[in-house]
């Protein structure tokens, strides 16, 4: 059975290795991606199989397995570190493809107005439940991308978007699969400017695994540059979280 306490300990191996040599980490990495590949993914498969309850700090969440758990994944921890130094009192907040809503329910108990918004129904359907869990008030969109979010300016916009290049099958896939060509990216940075001013902070999470040239290159025909702020590295991957500026600024 797979338990926290297994979990964590595979997540602390990854991310605390900055001070051992480097023939010791190649050698962790080839034994960590086999253990992964053989042993950890099956596992956790099977455990994301059921709902989960998850916790935190004060957050409380009820998972189902069509939506994406951020418990497991480096990339919303990444960006809950970042925003846990931000001022969000009173600020507009919309989370994009929210999923869970642990980032959007963060932020509300921060004090921040918050939209969250998802493609997947069930996702949705979550969102109200865990925004009753939380006793928090979230405006709540089932929407494809911004396609039916009312038109209005955001202090922030926080987004785990999905970035494995491959055209998704399902609602929830969605939370994984960006296209073949990264469709997912050209209508984002297509769509976003009306969701903006100048001050807008817009927070992308992505990792070095994923296709970072053809990331740049749609943002770019949008007239955007990616720039990051914050980075974390482990054994496998490196989190980066980027801000989203004009390239006319």
């Known amino acids: 059975m797979l338990t926290g306490k297994a979990v964590n300990s595979i997540l602390l191996i990854l991310t605390d290795h900055s001070s051992l040599p480097q023939v010791i980490i190649s050698f962790l990495k080839r034994i960590i991606k086999y253990l992964i590949g053989t042993v950890y993914k099956p596992l956790l498969a099977k455990y994301l199989s059921s709902t989960r309850t998850y916790r935190y700090k004060s957050v409380r969440l009820i998972i189902p397995p069509q939506v994406f758990h951020p418990g497991f994944f480096f990339s919303t921890k990444l960006l809950l570190n970042y925003l846990g130094n931000q001022s969000l009192q009173k600020k507009t907040f919309l989370e994009l493809g929210a999923g869970s809503g642990l980032i959007a329910l963060y932020a509300a108990k921060q004090g921040a107005i918050v939209t969250a918004t998802d493609i997947n129904p069930v996702a949705v359907e979550y969102l109200e439940k865990n925004q009753q869990r939380n006793n928090v008030t979230l405006k709540i969109i089932l929407s494809d991308l911004f396609t039916s979010i009312p038109v209005q300016p955001f202090d922030v916009i926080a987004i785990n978007p999905p970035y494995f290049k491959k055209n998704p099958q399902s609602h929830a896939?969605?939370?994984?699969?960006?296209?073949?060509?990264?469709?997912?990216?050209?209508?984002?940075?297509?769509?976003?400017?009306?969701?903006?001013?100048?001050?807008?902070?817009?927070?992308?999470?992505?990792?070095?695994?994923?296709?970072?040239?053809?990331?740049?290159?749609?943002?770019?025909?949008?007239?955007?540059?990616?720039?990051?702020?914050?980075?974390?590295?482990?054994?496998?991957?490196?989190?980066?979280?980027?801000?989203?500026?004009?390239?006319?600024?």
């Open 173 to 249: 896939e969605y939370a994984w699969y960006c296209g073949i060509h990264g469709e997912y990216f050209e209508r984002l940075f297509k769509s976003i400017g009306p969701y903006m001013y100048a001050q807008s902070q817009v927070l992308l999470i992505l990792s070095s695994v994923c296709d970072m040239e053809m990331i740049n290159r749609h943002a770019e025909n949008s007239g955007w540059l990616l720039k990051p702020v914050l980075t974390r590295k482990n054994i496998l991957e490196e989190m980066l979280l980027f801000r989203l500026e004009s390239l006319s600024s």
